[in-house]
């Protein structure tokens, strides 16, 4: 589901997605993902954390990866990083995201 439910102009999604570290790995997740452009590089910047996954935590350790993360919506290549107190990875990309953008406002 695309969420929609906070104050700013960000984009963003919250739902099941899955994580292909590119060596045959895959993890079914759930992920928390925003986005906004930033108007001084111009490209899209997405980002936000995958929820607590052992398997995962297993494989990486809390090290940084590259995966292509799919969502219904869609996929694009994001980097794993910053596990937070509560052992969830920070992912993040730039351009194109893994989630519909919202691309057009109606009053």
């Given at each position: 589901?695309?969420?929609?439910?906070?104050?700013?102009?960000?984009?963003?999604?919250?739902?099941?997605?899955?994580?292909d570290l590119g060596?045959?790995?895959?993890?079914?997740?759930?992920?928390?993902?925003?986005?906004?452009?930033?108007?001084?590089?111009?490209?899209?910047?997405?980002?936000?954390?995958?929820?607590?996954?052992?398997?995962?935590?297993?494989?990486?350790?809390?090290?940084?990866?590259?995966?292509?993360?799919?969502?219904?919506?869609?996929?694009?290549?994001?980097?794993?990083?910053?596990?937070?107190?509560?052992?969830?990875?920070?992912?993040?990309?730039?351009?194109?995201?893994?989630?519909?953008?919202?691309?057009?406002?109606?009053?």
């Amino acid at each position: 589901m695309t969420t929609t439910d906070h104050d700013d102009d960000d984009d963003g999604y919250r739902g099941p997605a899955t994580l292909d570290l590119g060596d045959g790995r895959t993890f079914d997740v759930e992920v928390t993902l925003r986005g906004y452009v930033e108007p001084l590089d111009g490209r899209y910047h997405w980002y936000g954390r995958v929820a607590v996954h052992a398997g995962l935590e297993s494989v990486l350790g809390g090290k940084r990866a590259q995966a292509v993360v799919s969502t219904p919506q869609g996929e694009a290549v994001g980097e794993l990083s910053d596990v937070d107190p509560w052992g969830r990875y920070r992912v993040a990309g730039t351009s194109t995201p893994p989630f519909a953008v919202l691309t057009e406002v109606t009053a």
